[in-house]
């Protein structure tokens, strides 16, 4: 069981940046990777980045690659999500979410593919 809180999120003028923290408590995996997801109001779950928790290997969605970027500090069971050039269409709820085991390369992108959810966290970018 694994319990994930995301922190960071607030309101902020398009072109600003945000860093977004996901602390991990209970029993950790760390050889199991970890993503960032985020929906806005009437549009589906998507995929913002994942990260290897035991290695260097890091996933982006095109829509953020060359905005954003996804960390880990393994002594401190946490992932970062740093979002710069904030755009109002990167206004969302933010979730953080763990698989319990690995899945393959393919089940990064995938929401069904993650076992452990936090609550999100609200992020608003005003044009």
């Known amino acids: 069981q694994v319990q994930l809180v995301e922190s960071g999120g607030g309101l902020v003028q398009a072109g600003g940046s945000l860093r977004l923290s996901c602390s991990a408590s209970?029993?950790?995996?760390?050889?199991?990777?970890m993503g960032w997801f985020r929906q806005a109001p009437g549009k589906e779950r998507e995929f913002v980045a994942a990260i290897s928790w035991s290695g260097a290997n890091t996933y982006y969605a095109d829509s953020v690659k060359a905005r954003f970027t996804i960390s880990r500090d393994n002594a401190k069971n946490t992932v970062y999500l740093q979002m710069n050039s904030l755009k109002p269409e990167d206004t969302a709820v933010y979730y953080c979410?763990?698989?319990?085991?690995?899945?393959?390369?393919?089940?990064?992108?995938?929401?069904?593919?993650?076992?452990?959810w936090g609550q999100g966290t609200q992020v608003t970018v005003s044009s």
């Open positions: 979410a763990a698989q319990r085991t690995y899945y393959g390369t393919s089940a990064y992108y995938a929401s069904g593919k993650y076992d452990y």
């Open positions: 209970g029993r950790t995996f760390s050889t199991y990777p």
